[in-house]
């Protein structure tokens, strides 16, 4: 049960902390996002500055080369060394010039196409001009200049025409895009630059910032897409953008994302130290309100508990005035209620338990806690005792067995006549009986409901006897009846007490039942005055009794009058 | 203005040193040049060789001026043999040079009129530069038949004065795509009536790579 309840308890703690791990890791998946393409964006739009810069750039050093070129070619020393044919003097003339203008290579074409001279060496003369299309531009009188590869070098090279004054031979002058290049361009933006040509996988990288691992992956990410994106070098991811330089040239700039996200990493640390410590926060919050919630209900569980062994002597204290309060409160009001249906039932038990020995009123009187009741007082009574004419004898002849049969259907034929008139049954005596009316409980006609009680006996008592008698027993039925006042309370000592009546009129009532002959219900004078309306009775007589100094007149109730009229007067005399 | 007088020393030379042997009936060429579309082409050379032995050349020395920083005239045919001055008529000095086959030669720097003229004596093209003006460029065609004219812009040319007989027509122009050889046209000359001969000349595009600047043009005369 406490198990569960710590189950419980933990799993609220999980539940709020999992949500709020939740909250705070999608926003930080968000943030986190959003800081990448802020990130992509901003390298983006730097590699597309910087590749503009770039372009720019070697537009006007393409413009500074054709204008060098074209000064060179003006040298008339160079038209006539050409137009003489005379290539040594040509080729000198070329590494003269190219020293002039510091550019790395410088070409004489022949208008045919084929290089007179090249300052790379003389071995290159006769050979092909690597770019043709350079030559068919410059004779069309376009400004021929674009990136050219020349083996495994990549120049940047310009064409103009040697006049004399029509044109005589192509001179081309170039300078070289290397490794040192790339670098300048790199102090210059920061970016990593690599100028690639070829399609497919021809694509050879010329020159570049990056290291031959990395060059040769660049190769194939140019190749398989000539655009921007994004290329996995050593040092992370690195967005790429490819900016054509020339016809089949191209520059590839890089920049790792690493180093763009850089600046948003301590941003998202800092994020991410707050979702941790909210995490915390949200731990004890969860931990505090989970035990908030768990207190109460592990108080109310140990009431249940309590009250489930039998202990309604129960309240939980719960100071909450929500839901769990309430809960609470309507805990106890059941156990309250559980309580004083215990208590109610007690009582009963226990007045059941006083029934059996004791009269109902005074078993009432008792359960309900009126001790007062026991209390000694004198209360003016009527008291009737009854007993068997001839038991003694009976008692002795007979098997106990009979005996205690007979007793036991005297006793359950006379007990309910006893509380049907609500007498109190004072005590057995065997076959004796007394019992008395108007207390504990007041009752407005003692003397009536004594009389009626007594004709019902007898009356019960003579059907039961004439079995007895059928078999043998002499027995009969004799009542006395008395009114008076009695000292009644409790008497006897601890461990067995009895309610007693004691007082004259008992032992009147006593030897008016010792009086009376079978049949016979004997009241004295003052119980006949009470209840002559209601009684057939004849007098007996004034009759001498032990412990009695006069004589006590005596009358015999017959029975009830069926119609209960007005006593005629004058009938009954005293 | 100049282009007549030089025609005009031409039929002078003609006239005084060709000795014609039909003289008394000569007959005459109308040719016409005209380009791919029609256009006339002016500064174009047409020249009649005879079928038989080689007619004597003109000796008469001929004039390429350099007025205002152009070469004047653009086209000058000349016959083999003729020496041909290089007047500046400029007030600054002019650098001419031709590095052609044809003649190669060198006027540095110079004003006035150099006192030796140059003697063209191979036939052929030669292209006339000065070295310090990109844009100069003029041309001397020089011809082995005295039978010679230069189109007017209206791509017109009169070769007069000739003695009847069988001829073949060439023309040249600086910017002609195919040889001068193969225009040649065969043409039959008769007393009276000039005969006619019309040329139609595929021409590369006229892409002279520096042009005079506007202010060079301004001065001068």
């Known amino acids: ?574 | 203005m100049r282009r007549a007088l030089v025609a005009l020393a031409l039929a002078a030379a003609l006239a005084l040193l060709v000795p014609n042997p039909a003289v008394t009936e000569p007959g005459g060429v109308e040719a016409i040049v005209k380009d791919e579309r029609g256009k006339p082409v002016a500064d174009a050379v047409v020249s009649l060789t005879a079928a038989g032995a080689p007619a004597p050349l003109p000796r008469a020395a001929a004039v390429m001026d350099q007025q205002n920083k152009e070469f004047v005239p653009f086209v000058l045919p000349v016959a083999v043999g003729t020496p041909v001055t290089f007047p500046n008529r400029d007030n600054i000095r002019h650098h001419v040079y031709s590095f052609s086959p044809a003649k190669r030669f060198e006027l540095p720097l110079y004003i006035g009129t150099p006192a030796a003229p140059v003697v063209f004596d191979k036939p052929g093209s030669a292209v006339l530069g000065c070295n310090i003006h990109d844009w100069m460029v003029g041309h001397v065609y020089v011809l082995a038949t005295p039978y010679f004219a230069k189109t007017s812009p209206e791509g017109r040319a009169r070769i007069a004065e000739i003695a009847p007989g069988a001829y073949e027509a060439r023309v040249w122009h600086p910017r002609l795509k195919t040889e001068t050889e193969r225009t040649t046209t065969p043409v039959t000359v008769a007393a009276g009536e000039p005969a006619e001969v019309a040329f139609a000349v595929a021409l590369k595009p006229d892409r002279r790579p520096i042009r005079r600047p506007a202010y060079e043009g301004a001065q001068g005369n």
């Open chain 1, 1 to 574: 049960m406490g198990l569960h309840f710590h189950r419980f308890r933990s799993r609220l703690v999980v539940v709020f902390l999992g949500l709020f791990a939740l909250i705070q890791a999608t926003g930080y998946v968000a943030v986190s996002a959003f800081v990448r393409a802020s990130a992509r964006h901003t390298v983006d739009e730097e590699l597309r500055l910087a590749s503009t810069l770039f372009a720019r750039q070697l537009e006007v050093r393409t413009q500074q080369l054709v204008a060098a070129t074209r000064l060179l070619s003006g040298d008339f020393a160079l038209k006539t060394a050409v137009a003489t044919s005379d290539h040594a003097t040509t080729a000198s003339v070329l590494e003269n010039h190219r020293r002039r203008v510091d550019a790395d290579v410088l070409m004489l074409a022949a208008l045919d196409g084929h290089i007179v001279a090249d300052t790379q060496g003389p071995a290159r003369r006769g050979a092909e001009f690597p770019a043709p299309r350079l030559l068919a531009e410059a004779e069309a009188g376009r400004d021929a200049s674009d990136v050219v590869a020349i083996g495994r070098h990549l120049y940047q090279l310009a064409v103009v025409p040697v006049l004399a004054p029509e044109p005589i031979a192509w001179l081309a002058a170039g300078f070289a895009i290397d490794d040192r290049t790339a670098a300048d361009l790199r102090r210059l933006s920061g970016l990593q630059v690599s100028f690639v040509t070829g399609h497919d996988a021809g694509v050879v990288v010329h020159a570049s910032t990056l290291g031959a691992a990395d060059r040769a992956t660049l190769a194939r990410g140019v190749a398989g897409a000539r655009a921007s994106g994004v290329l996995d070098l050593d040092g992370g991811e690195h967005l790429v953008r490819v900016e054509p330089v020339g016809r089949d040239a191209v520059v590839v700039l890089q920049r790792p994302l690493a180093e763009a996200l850089a600046p948003y990493d301590r941003m998202l640390l800092i994020l991410l130290t707050v979702a941790a410590a909210g995490v915390v926060l949200a731990l004890l919050g969860a931990v505090l309100v989970a035990r908030r919630v768990s207190r109460p209900v592990l108080t109310l569980a140990r009431g249940a508990r309590r009250v489930a062994a039998g202990d309604f002597d129960v309240a939980v204290s719960v100071s909450q005035r929500d839901e769990l309060g309430e809960l609470a409160a309507t805990f106890n009001d059941m156990v309250g209620g559980l309580r004083e249906r215990e208590r109610v039932r007690d009582e009963l038990e226990r007045t059941a338990k006083l029934k059996r020995f004791f009269s109902p009123q005074l078993a009432d009187a008792l359960s309900a806690g009126d001790e007062s009741l026991l209390a000694s007082h004198r209360r003016h009574i009527t008291v009737v005792f009854c007993d068997l004419r001839g038991f003694t004898a009976f008692a002795e002849a007979a098997d106990p067995e009979d005996v205690m049969r007979l007793l036991h259907a005297y006793h359950a034929t006379i007990g309910p006549l006893v509380f049907a008139q609500e007498g109190t049954l004072e005590r057995f005596t065997g076959d004796g009986l007394m019992v008395f009316f108007n207390d504990p409980v007041p009752c407005p006609d003692p003397a009536a409901r004594a009389v009626r009680m007594a004709v019902a006996m007898r009356d019960a008592v003579a059907g039961l006897l004439e079995e007895w008698r059928r078999r043998g027993h002499a027995l009969g039925f004799g009542t006395g009846i008395a009114m008076g006042d009695a000292t009644i309370g409790r008497i006897g000592f601890e461990g067995r007490f009895d309610y007693a009546a004691i007082g004259t009129v008992t032992n009147l009532s006593a030897r008016l039942c010792q009086e009376a002959r079978d049949g016979q219900i004997l009241v004295s004078e003052p119980v006949y005055a009470e209840v002559e309306a209601l009684v057939e009775a004849k007098p007996v007589g004034a009759l001498p009794l032990r412990g009695f100094a006069r004589p006590v007149t005596v009358f015999d109730v017959l029975g009830l009058r069926t119609e209960p009229a007005a006593p005629a007067a004058g009938e009954v005399t005293p």
